[in-house]
């Protein structure tokens, strides 16, 4: 996806890669997604004078913001939600979400809730 990135930006544009980490995945389609590692067309990054920037999100800007957004039934970000599960199976949640198995994107762990996930 970067490639086809830098082939689409201008010279002498803008790659802007925020929040995104890319750890190692050993169910990744192709060896380098395996070690954690995007492939990035550097001559081409060079001809086209372009700029890279990196960084995380910054999060904490937002929260109250986003928070707002939700309480006043703007946003809704619970479709995210693959699973709700108790507190005692965090350990097996963790392994399927490390395995990218089952669906498991991203898990509530609450003590005391009963299991559930998305249909």
């Keep these: 996806m970067l490639e086809q990135l830098v082939e689409l930006i201008n010279p002498t544009g803008t790659l802007g890669i925020v929040g995104v ?11 380098a997604a395996k070690q954690g590692q995007f492939p990035l067309p550097w001559g081409k990054v060079f001809d086209k004078a372009l700029t890279i920037g990196t960084g995380q999100c910054p999060v904490k800007r937002y929260n109250l913001f986003l928070r707002d957004l939700i309480i ?4 809704r970000p619970s479709f ?3 699973h709700r599960l ?3 199976e965090a350990a097996s949640a963790y392994r399927k979400f490390d395995e990218r198995r089952d669906g498991y994107t991203k898990v509530i762990l609450k003590p005391g809730q009963r299991p559930s996930a998305r249909a």
């Design 72 to 75: 006043a039934g703007r946003a």
């Design 21 to 31: 980490y890319m750890a190692p995945d050993p169910g990744a389609a192709d060896e």
């Design 86 to 88: 108790p507190l005692e």
């Design 80 to 82: 995210i939600v693959s």
